[in-house]
């Protein structure tokens, strides 16, 4: 049952626009403090637009759905990291394998601010997660250039009709680091850290001995220690 | 929507340089085969060369666990190649430094003040660094001082560290398990002691009264009131590391002087003290108006008493051709197992008395000269021989008191020093070994 007090607890713009007339970003801030103290959506959009003193229709300007929302967030908040990692003057010089380890490490350390949404609205199965669409979209795309790159400098090899599967692979490689991220219990998620490193240098390894090697490492990694963290 | 974001760029370096390790000798290799598959000789060196300064650099990015690892691998010239040695014992004292920023960080998590708000002075670009940490100039009321800022996390992330590097130094140095896991063992032991400043700056103070009646070898004072956890701060020596005071055109009699300083500082640890500096290389003694500056006190080892018996009795034994009393020493040091046979033991013994004997060569005369190249590379060539022997290396295995890893290490450090300095030593003889003889 919502409560009412929470509709108070939204914060009036500060004196900037009035309730009337919703900026954007006040819809998505005013929607993500419900439904992450809620644990659900709001009831309807009319009842989440009237708490907030706003007409429908405002909304409607902005989104389609709460769903709408949701999927705007994981998208842009990709967006950014991609762009943060093509814009890096010094990430200019990485490699292909050092971008996409750029591209990870940026990502993960941003869902600190994120990790209630992680965990608390996306589903369990995440490869079907209609929600992360976007998210995947904007990735794929960062793959394809990865992937292009690592052909140029040599670090990817194999026939080219082998492209597709890669670029497949790495969505599903960021799906499965957002899954084990989620279910991260270790001391300032440090496991994710490591299981980046690993994996990114396992999708990498060309020559034979460093492929077994690094499959070595990883299963090792991998099978149930004791954590006496 | 976000704060400030930016790539947290030394998880990437991290990750992709043993990474890039990996897949540039992975290049180098297929270079190499494609030139050794026409049965080039020069392939495998320079196959190693190049690996070699790839692998240096890789490493020596890393700070902390791996670069240690490769230091003391580097000391141990049984175990590389000669292109390694090369590059790693570079390591010793010139990793590439921490940023400025950081050291401040380090500053303010120790002190709650930046370094300038300490010191008068303070260096933005360190003057020297190493496996945990660099050294930055300080000056303040007129006196300068050397202040050590160690690698934040290095204490930390040692496991880790450690775990990330055996597969690569088991496949680029053909290590099998049982031979590496001992350095492991050791590095993170040794790493842990090297981390604790109290411990260095205790140590430093005792040392220095226990080692005073030693001529020409002087410690610098340690400032407490100036050190915390992960800053240790003490006196600034101006002078030339011994490699560098070696090359240049000092006397005989000034090389004699230091060499002698140095001989005599050891063996005052040795025989005396029962400790020694485990980590005898050039960048831990400066030379200064004829005397010679200890530093680095982090890595001191105790001798357990009976092992010190047995270790010189031994050479004693070799050198007074008592090999009756041999075999029992040899067991007690576990240099023959219980229960081999009796071929293996046949075979052992004469490398073992090699060995010994090779060790030993200095203290038997009343003075010896350092200059004489041929020593010191019949050490080498020694280890050479001893490096491609297949049974000896599966003799090898799990075998041999860890302590005497440590000492050999330290002897064949302290005669390398000696050599640089081509300094003629007096010889004297600990009061033990003069009885027996």
């Known amino acids: 049952m919502p409560k009412a007090s929470t509709s108070a607890a939204v914060k009036a713009p500060r004196g900037k626009k009035s309730a009337a007339q919703p900026v954007k970003e006040l819809i998505e801030e005013a929607y993500w403090n419900y439904v992450l103290e809620h644990g659900q959506e709001p009831a309807s959009v009319f009842k989440f637009t009237k708490d907030h003193g706003w007409k429908e229709e405002e909304f409607y300007a902005h989104f389609s759905t709460f769903q709408a929302i949701e999927k705007a967030f994981w998208r842009s908040f990709t967006e950014e990291t991609v762009a943060i990692v093509n814009g890096d003057p010094d990430a200019a010089e990485y490699d292909a394998r050092q971008k996409l380890l750029a591209f990870y490490f940026t990502f993960f350390e941003g869902m600190l601010q994120h990790r209630s949404k992680l965990l608390c609205r996306l589903p369990r199965k995440l490869e079907s997660a209609r929600v992360i669409s976007g998210m995947t979209d904007v990735f794929s795309q960062f793959a394809e250039a990865i992937i292009a790159e690592g052909r140029l400098e040599g670090s990817i090899a194999g026939p080219s009709k082998l492209d597709s599967i890669y670029k497949r692979g790495l969505k599903l490689h960021l799906l499965w680091l ?24 396992f999708f990498f390894d060309a020559a034979r001995w460093s492929v077994i090697e690094s499959a070595f490492d990883l299963a090792r990694f991998l099978t149930p220690r004791n954590n006496f963290r | 929507m976000s704060g400030q974001r930016s790539i947290p760029k030394s998880k990437v370096a991290r990750a992709a340089s043993l990474a890039a390790t990996g897949a540039k000798i992975g290049v180098n290799y297929l270079k190499y085969k494609g030139r050794s598959g026409m049965g080039d000789p020069n392939a495998r060196a320079s196959f190693h060369d190049e690996t070699a300064i790839d692998t240096y650099k890789a490493f020596s990015k890393l700070k902390g666990g791996p670069l240690k690892v490769a230091q003391m691998l580097s000391l141990d010239q049984n175990l590389m190649p000669d292109q390694y040695i090369r590059e790693f014992s570079k390591a010793q004292y010139t990793a590439p430094p921490l940023s400025y920023p950081l050291v401040v ?48 996390g290095v204490a930390d992330s040692l496991d880790s560290d450690l775990r990330i590097v055996r597969p690569l130094a ?4 053909k290590l099998d398990a049982e031979t590496i896991d001992p350095y492991l063992g050791e590095v993170k032991k040794r790493l842990l002691e090297e981390t604790d400043y109290a411990h260095e700056l205790r140590r430093s103070v005792e040392l220095s009264k226990a080692t005073a009646e030693i001529e020409n070898v002087r410690f610098p004072t340690y400032y407490p009131e100036l050190s915390r956890d992960k800053i240790l701060t003490m006196d600034w020596i101006d002078g030339l590391h011994v490699d560098q005071f070696a090359k240049t055109d000092a006397s005989q009699e000034e090389r004699n002087q230091i060499g002698q300083s140095l001989w005599d500082f050891y063996h005052h640890q040795i025989h005396e003290l029962r400790i020694f500096h485990a980590d005898p290389h050039a960048g831990n003694f400066i030379v200064k108006d004829g005397q010679l500056w200890v530093l680095d006190f982090g890595c001191v080892k105790a001798l357990e008493p009976d092992f010190y018996q047995d270790y010189f009795a031994l050479m004693a034994c070799y050198q007074h051709a008592r090999e009756s009393q041999l075999d029992e020493l040899l067991e007690r040091l576990t240099l023959f197992k219980v229960g081999e046979s009796v071929e293996e033991r046949n075979f052992l013994r004469p490398w073992i008395r090699e060995s010994i004997e090779l060790l030993g060569r200095p203290f038997w005369q009343e003075e010896f000269d350092f200059s004489d190249a041929t020593y010191l590379r019949e050490i080498f060539e020694f280890g050479e021989r001893a490096k491609v022997d297949p049974q000896l290396q599966r003799a090898q295995r799990g075998r041999g008191n860890p302590e005497a890893l440590y000492l050999n290490r330290a002897y064949f450090g302290l005669y390398n020093l000696e050599g640089m300095l081509r300094a003629k030593i007096r010889i004297s003889m600990p009061g033990f070994l003069k009885d027996v003889a």
């Open chain 1, 178 to 201: 957002l899954d084990y991220y989620r279910r991260d219990t270790s001391s300032k998620f440090e496991d994710t850290d490591a299981l980046i490193e690993k994996s990114v240098r």
């Open chain 2, 170 to 173: 088991m496949a680029l140095f």
């Open chain 2, 105 to 152: 960080r380090s500053f303010q998590r120790e002190f709650g003040k930046k370094p300038t708000e300490i010191f008068d002075e303070f260096s933005t670009e360190a003057v020297a660094g190493a496996s945990i940490g660099q050294v930055h100039k300080a000056r303040k009321n007129g006196k300068d001082y050397a202040v050590k800022v160690q690698y934040p």
